[in-house]
């Protein structure tokens, strides 16, 4: 099925509409918590959602002051680790020697949350399960279902999307909305934008 502009256009507004405002406020003072304590944030994804938390990196680092990182901007160690050590346990051991801490959060954005029956983006629910060890605040922003993340976060958005063939490219394009959102909030943003 070809979607055109004007169908791709109404589902991502219906999308929109349907995001839990409440919700990305409860992240925002979360991210405050957070940058109070002096923590750190560590985003993690996969896929587009990786290339998305590396674009987060940037603007919370600039724009919020808040200090952050992700596994995936170093592939030599995050490739390294998935060949020596295997996929499942990626992102956990690279937080264990990050030396995560309660002050910290991990910040995870995904499609589906991570599925541990079908085996889907176990990383990511390895790496919750770690800093659930160390009371580590947890946020995402997820679709579908929200998976392992919407039920074990203490902050998250859930993206609910109504056409199937659409999920990725409408979750994906929605997480940058999102913490571009929370980026430029009042509470947040402590460095303006060039333009």
């Not at 993206?159 to 929605?174: D, G, H, Q, R, Y």
Request: glycine residues 8%; proline residues 2%.
């Amino acid at each position: 099925m070809n979607i055109t502009f004007d169908q791709y256009k109404k589902e991502f507004f219906l999308s929109f509409s349907k995001i839990i405002k409440n919700d990305v406020e409860k992240i925002v003072s979360g991210l405050v918590d957070v940058k109070k304590k002096k923590g750190r944030l560590f985003f993690l994804g996969v896929g587009g959602s990786a290339a998305n938390c590396s674009h987060a990196v940037n603007d919370f680092r600039k724009l919020c002051g808040i200090e952050c990182y992700s596994p995936v901007d170093n592939s030599a160690e995050l490739t390294a680790r998935i060949n020596d050590e295997g996929w499942d346990s990626s992102f956990s051991e690279w937080l264990k020697v990050s030396n995560l801490t309660s002050k910290d959060g991990i910040f995870i954005m995904s499609v589906g949350g991570g599925n541990l029956k079908k085996k889907v983006s176990v990383n990511i629910i390895k790496a919750i399960d770690y800093a659930k060890k160390k009371k580590t605040k947890i946020f995402g922003i997820v679709s579908r279902d929200g998976g392992y993340t919407l039920k074990k976060a203490d902050y998250a958005v859930l993206i609910p999307i109504k056409n199937k063939m659409l999920v990725t490219p409408i979750s994906e394009a929605m997480q940058a909305v999102i913490w571009h959102y929370i980026v430029s909030h009042p509470k947040t943003q402590i460095n303006k934008t060039k333009w």
